[in-house]
């Protein structure tokens, strides 16, 4: 049984800021814990914006704290995100996230990422394994 508390993952290798300043996302489950998901803490800060694609992932987000507008970049479809909502990524979604107020997720990525990806030029992680 794995236990692990949110304060144990800040401000380690698991507690990872974007080079844009958009969000934070503190890792609490890996890949390296061989589950076949990851699970991560996410604050996406309020009057920013956000394009990502997980071209190599399915997540699924939950909003805990927060609201603001997601935008599917495929059909120009708007939903407002509140805290309750979940939404899926279930189609490799190409999608930008624009918070009203700070935005708390808790997400879940199948494959689970290793914690070493970064977001390239189209929003994209790689697909990454603990080897490599």
Same mark, same amino acid.
């Given at each position: ?5 949110? /304060? %144990?993952? *800040? @401000?380690?290798?698991?507690?990872? !800021?974007?080079? =844009? ?50 935008? /599917? %970049?495929? *059909? @120009?479809?708007?939903?407002?995100? !509140?805290?309750? =909502? ?47």
């Amino acid at each position: 049984m794995l236990v692990r508390s949110l /304060d %144990e993952v *800040t @401000g380690t290798d698991r507690d990872v !800021t974007a080079e =844009t300043g958009t969000w934070r996302s503190r890792r609490i489950i890996l890949a390296k814990e061989g589950v076949g998901f990851s699970v991560h803490h996410t604050i996406m800060y309020a009057g920013t914006e956000t394009e990502m694609w997980y071209a190599n992932h399915i997540e699924a987000v939950y909003c805990v704290q927060g609201e603001g507008e997601l935008t /599917d %970049e495929e *059909t @120009g479809e708007k939903h407002w995100i !509140t805290p309750g =909502t979940l939404y899926l990524l279930d189609k490799h979604d190409r999608h930008t996230m624009r918070p009203k107020t700070d935005l708390h997720f808790v997400c879940v990525f199948n494959p689970p990422v290793t914690g070493r990806e970064v977001h390239d030029e189209n929003g994209v992680y790689p697909l990454m394994t603990e080897e490599g």
